[in-house]
């Protein structure tokens, strides 16, 4: 049973448009998400993250939503650029102390 | 220096053989994790060490035997294989097992079992 879900495994997004990333779960329990990028031949690095008691948060170019009532989250990149070009996984815990659950990833390629 | 070193960074072996993975933190941390990553699939937490002791075991196959001698290195002893263990076998530590924003990863070992 997969908890936390990436449904689109890819995304192709032009240089200076936005890039919209989505992430869904099932546990109610889940009241912190994290999102992390991973590019080839690296290990995941932390991007940003979202308490429950908030809805939105945002650094820079990078926001992240969150609809708690659809159990859905999203990261949005603006403009985004080809640098961007990674795997981004959603990651979801129990409570801001709570072991990482991981979806599958989504594979976003910028195009110049 | 990424703080969470991983070697080596790419092993092909065969399923009789035994080989080890070794991770190590210089990050001052006391959990370290082990994650496997297989190709569409979400990372799969095997197992977690908090102050050298395994608080965790997700049902990882006997033939994966890991080891933590002290709380900065860890390792992962594979033994008798199976080409479905085929996968990136990532590293991570955080300051504590309760920190879920703080895992810092390595770069993974690309295990390939023919």
């Known amino acids: 049973d997969q908890q936390v879900k990436q449904n689109s495994p890819s995304l192709s997004v032009q240089e200076g448009r936005i890039s919209i990333l989505n992430c869904d779960y099932t546990n109610s329990m889940f009241d912190y998400f994290l999102w992390y990028k991973k590019y080839p031949a690296e290990g995941p690095t932390f991007l940003i993250s979202?308490?429950?008691?908030?809805d939105k948060n945002e650094d820079g170019r990078f926001t992240v939503f969150l609809n708690k009532s659809a159990k859905h989250l999203s990261l949005h990149i603006v403009p985004s650029q080809p640098g961007d070009s990674a795997v981004y996984f959603c990651?979801?815990?129990?409570?801001?102390?709570?072991?990482?659950?991981f979806g599958q990833g989504t594979e976003l390629s910028v195009k110049p | 220096e990424t703080g969470v070193t991983q070697t080596p960074r790419h092993l092909v072996m065969g399923m009789t053989n035994k080989k080890s993975l070794k991770c190590e933190q210089h990050l001052g941390h006391n959990a370290m994790y082990w994650y496997k990553q297989s190709a569409k699939k979400p990372l799969e937490l095997m197992f977690v060490y908090s102050l050298e002791e395994r608080v965790e075991n997700n049902s990882v196959p006997s033939r994966f035997s890991p080891e933590c001698p002290n709380s900065s290195h860890l390792f992962l002893h594979l033994h008798t294989l199976q080409p479905e263990d085929s996968a990136l076998y990532l590293c991570?530590?955080?300051?504590?097992?309760?920190?879920?924003?703080?895992?810092?990863f390595g770069s993974g070992t690309r295990l390939t079992v023919v």
């Open positions: 979202i308490s429950s008691i908030k």
């Open positions: 991570a530590s955080s300051q504590d097992t309760g920190t879920g924003y703080g895992y810092t």
């Open positions: 990651a979801a815990s129990p409570s801001q102390g709570g072991k990482l659950i």
